[in-house]
């Protein structure tokens, strides 16, 4: 059964500070891994979507990187603002339906 | 529509009743998936719709839950007899096919809660 655990659950920075949030997940058999945002009381907002076979994806000052195989995920987010306070979800995606596995996210906090 | 949407966006029922909810895919995308979060077990899986078909099921916690869709569009979910350990955020998730690599975009939830 898939699992995936993110670290740190919880993370403040200052404003303007790099950060990196971490993923792992302990089946590297996964069609696709995606990284979304949730803010308090709202639904996920999709961020970016990693394939299989692609190392890294970015968008803006988000970089997301995949090592399948030691099933290990990065989000890389530059030149942190205010607002990016929200919570970040892993998710991979399961192989025939990718249906996704979430990992308990990290509550970021960004200090202006 | 623009995005996934849901609804009610918050349902609040007595235990023992039945609840139904609502979600409308972006058109034209194949797959529909429902999902819940709630605070003990995080975000978890429910059922998978590929069409009209549900060919995963996996996740319905019991036999009170079940899901339909129809016309390859519209789905809901129906609790029977809700239980208080069923108050969560049920969320609902499209996407379209594996050109995409299946990318899902997420419905706002329906906050359901049971007293």
């Known amino acids: 059964k898939q699992e995936v655990t993110q670290i740190p659950a919880a993370l403040s920075v200052p404003e303007g500070e790099n950060l990196v949030l971490n993923c792992s997940f302990t089946?590297?058999?996964?069609?696709?891994l995606q990284w979304f945002r949730q803010d308090p009381g709202k639904g996920l907002t999709s961020l970016l979507l990693?394939?299989?076979?692609?190392r890294e994806q970015t968008s803006g000052r988000l970089n997301a990187s995949l090592d399948k195989s030691s099933g290990r995920s990065t989000l890389y987010i530059a030149a942190s603002q205010p607002g990016d306070s929200a919570t970040y979800l892993c998710?991979?995606?399961?192989?025939?339906?990718?249906?996704?596995?979430f990992g308990t996210g990290t509550r970021l906090t960004i200090i202006p | 529509g623009a995005g996934v949407s849901q609804s009610p966006s918050n349902k609040v029922t007595e235990k023992g009743k039945d609840v139904e909810l609502r979600c409308d895919p972006i058109?034209?995308?194949?797959?529909l998936y429902w999902y819940r979060q709630s605070l003990g077990q995080g975000l978890e899986f429910l059922i998978y719709?590929?069409?009209?078909?549900?060919?995963?099921k996996s996740g319905l916690p019991s036999d009170r839950f079940s899901a339909e869709r129809t016309g390859g569009s519209v789905s809901t979910l129906t609790i029977q007899r809700t239980q208080q350990e069923d108050s969560a955020v049920y969320l609902c998730?499209?996407?379209?096919?594996?050109?995409?690599?299946?990318?899902?975009?997420f419905g706002p939830g329906t906050r359901l809660t049971v007293l």
């Open positions: 089946d590297s058999a996964i069609y696709n």
């Open positions: 998730a499209s996407s379209f096919d594996r050109s995409s690599y299946n990318e899902q975009f």
């Open positions: 990693i394939q299989s076979s692609q």
């Open positions: 058109s034209g995308h194949t797959a």
């Open positions: 719709f590929q069409g009209n078909s549900a060919p995963d």
């Open positions: 998710a991979v995606g399961a192989i025939g339906n990718e249906k996704l596995t």
